[in-house]
Each structure stands twice: as C-alpha cells, then as structure tokens.
C-alpha cells in the first residue's frame, strides 16, 4: 500500500510561485514514475508533468513548460513540483500520483496511487 499526501497549496498573486510537495509512503517509491495532475472547478482532470524513476526526464503540458519544474528525492521519499509565474488558470486542485511503471505517462490510467489533493488559488 502507498499514500501519497500533498502539501504547499495556497493563494498566490499572478505572477507569483508556489511548491508543492508530495510525500510517499512505502520503500518502492524510487523505482516507480510520479505525476502531477489538476482539476479546476467544473474541468476534467488534466496532466501536469511526470518524472522518471530516476529524475532522468522530466514531461510538461504544453500549458506549464518553461514555467513549473518537477522534481523528486528519493532519499526523502519526496516528490516536488516547483510552480512560477503563476496564471489564474493554474487555480485548481493539484494531485500527486504513483505510476504502476517506471516510464513517463499522461494518461491518468496509469497511475495506481493518489493523494488527497492541495488547493492552488491564484488570483489576478
């Protein structure tokens, strides 16, 4: 069993920056891919980025590419999504979650694991 638990959410002014950090559970978590995903009220959820089992690679949505970096410590079970320049259209919920592999995906589907989700309010 895994748990993932979110932390760094808040209200930020646009423009500003927030990280975001998820804690894991378990002793496998340095050999699985992690993901950030979102959902904004009255959206689906939507891809945010990805990081390979060993922080190798990294993957964006085209909408936060050159302004959020995804980062991981797996010494400290930790991944991290770095967000700046914040837009009021990265007001959502933003979640962690496990890949069941070690490759990159931004297909829901192939995450096995969750968090609970922290608030991200950015406000113009």
């Known amino acids: 069993q895994v748990q993932l638990v979110e932390s760094g959410g808040g209200l930020v002014q646009a423009g500003g920056s927030l990280r975001l950090s998820c804690a894991a559970s378990?002793?496998?978590?340095?050999?699985?891919?992690m993901g950030w995903f979102r959902q904004a009220p009255g959206k689906e959820r939507e891809f945010v980025a990805s990081i390979k089992w060993n922080a190798v690679s990294t993957y964006y949505a085209d909408s936060v590419k050159g302004r959020f970096t995804i980062s991981r410590d797996n010494a400290k079970n930790t991944v991290y999504l770095q967000m700046n320049s914040l837009k009021p259209e990265d007001t959502a919920v933003y979640y962690c979650a496990k890949s069941k592999g070690t490759y990159h995906s931004a297909d829901g589907d192939d995450y096995d694991y969750w968090g609970q989700g922290t608030q991200v309010t950015v406000s113009s």
């Open positions: 378990g002793r496998t978590f340095s050999i699985y891919a």
